[in-house]
């Protein structure tokens, strides 16, 4: 039994103040994977692309021991694009284009071999996508799921009977309000977690985390960075390590939750210093090994 990501699975065209990259290995369920990996495995992979999607991309993924019997292959159909552009303050991005393609008509089927999974990491994806992924495991031990600000405002309905369902939410501070109707963080945390999850985790960008679980809140300060070349996929890796943290020690006390959020931040600050085709390619340098083999 190992641990299931389901989420998107795209081409991104990523413009920065920097440079540009085109087509490049995008969606949330290849960060939270590919990042999750680097702490044991197998990591079990559900998503959907088109014919068109490289191949290259796929043995990226597989060699990073990442089963990949649940990616759906739609022949003739595009792959999910994404184009965005940074500013040079990289906390803000323009959105140019979405193209849903194939990933419009998405139907998360769980392989047989995945419905033990214990470990669960629902990447950002319609909460009705994340509850039918729900409805198909045999018995889950711990629920991760992320959502954003479109799934807050646009189904929020189903957004809350999904919550009800998740041990920990992962979403950023903007969306924490929203959710909320409650400008400060620390009451709006309160009010999330009656909606459901125990364990809430608010991200807060280049200014760190806040862990809230039982009557605890720990804030942990992001990795610190020098070079920050494409924020893309840096909250996706941070559930990746979160979760790949837990999932590899088994322990879910609080004490192990801190960890995880450290591991979290650290792999989404990998994440953040090149464009993800190369990044992802090459997380694991002599460098990322002793960080975190050392935290």
Same mark, same amino acid.
């Given at each position: 039994m %190992?641990?299931l990501?389901?989420?998107?699975?795209?081409?991104?065209?990523v413009i920065?103040?920097?440079?540009?990259?085109?087509?490049?290995?995008g969606g949330s369920?290849?960060? =939270?994977?590919l990042?999750?990996? !680097?702490?044991?495995?197998?990591?079990?992979?559900?998503?959907v692309?088109g014919? #068109?999607f490289?191949?290259e991309?796929?043995?990226? =993924?597989?060699?990073?021991?990442?089963?990949?019997?649940?990616?759906q292959?739609?022949e003739g159909?595009?792959t999910?694009?994404?184009t965005?552009?940074?500013?040079?303050d990289l906390?803000?991005r323009?959105t140019?284009?979405?193209?849903?393609?194939?990933?419009?008509?998405?139907?998360?089927?769980?392989p047989?071999?995945?419905?033990?999974?214990?470990?669960?990491?629902?990447?950002?994806?319609?909460?009705?996508?994340q509850?039918?992924?729900?409805?198909?495991?045999?018995?889950?031990?711990?629920v991760v799921?992320d959502t954003?600000n479109?799934w807050?405002?646009?189904?929020? #309905?189903?957004?809350?009977?999904?919550l009800?369902?998740?041990?920990?939410?992962?979403?950023?501070d903007?969306?924490?309000?929203?959710?909320?109707?409650?400008p400060?963080?620390i009451?709006?945390?309160?009010?999330?977690?009656?909606?459901?999850p125990?364990?809430?985790?608010?991200?807060? %960008?280049?200014? %760190?985390?806040?862990?809230?679980?039982?009557?605890?809140?720990?804030?942990?300060p992001?990795?610190?960075?020098?070079?920050?070349?494409d924020?893309t996929?840096?909250?996706?890796?941070?559930?990746?390590?979160f979760?790949? !943290?837990?999932?590899?020690?088994?322990?879910?006390?609080?004490?192990?939750?801190?960890?995880?959020v450290?591991?979290?931040s650290?792999?989404?600050s990998f994440c953040?210093?090149?464009f993800?085709?190369?990044v992802?390619?090459?997380?694991l340098?002599?460098?990322?090994k =002793?960080?975190?083999?050392?935290?």
């Open positions: %190992g641990l990501v389901v989420g998107s699975l795209g081409l991104d065209t920065t103040p920097f440079d540009k990259i085109e087509e490049a290995l369920a290849s960060y =939270i994977s990042a999750a990996s !680097y702490f044991g495995g197998p990591i079990e992979f559900v998503g692309v014919s #068109d490289p191949k991309y796929i043995k990226i =993924i597989e060699d990073h021991n990442v089963d990949t019997e649940g990616l292959i739609v159909g595009k999910f694009r994404w965005g552009k940074y500013h040079y906390n803000m323009d140019l284009s979405t193209e849903l393609n194939v990933f419009e008509k998405f139907d998360p089927v769980i047989d071999n995945f419905k033990k999974s214990k470990f669960i990491c629902l990447g950002n994806i319609d909460p009705v996508l509850s039918r992924v729900l409805d198909q495991m045999e018995d889950p031990q711990f799921c954003m479109f807050i405002e646009g189904k929020k #309905d189903d957004l809350l009977k999904l009800k369902r998740v041990d920990v939410l992962i979403i950023n903007s969306e924490a309000r929203l959710l909320a109707h409650e400060n963080l009451r709006a945390a309160r009010m999330i977690r009656e909606l459901g125990k364990i809430l985790i608010i991200k807060k %960008g280049e200014h %760190g985390a806040l862990l809230f679980v039982e009557d605890i809140v720990f804030s942990a992001a990795y610190p960075m020098e070079t920050i070349f924020p996929g840096a909250g996706d890796s941070f559930a990746g390590g979760i790949g !943290y837990l999932y590899k020690t088994r322990s879910l006390s609080p004490d192990s939750l801190k960890r995880a450290i591991y979290g650290t792999m989404a953040v210093e090149k993800s085709k190369k992802l390619k090459n997380y340098t002599c460098r990322y =002793i960080v975190l083999e050392n935290l």
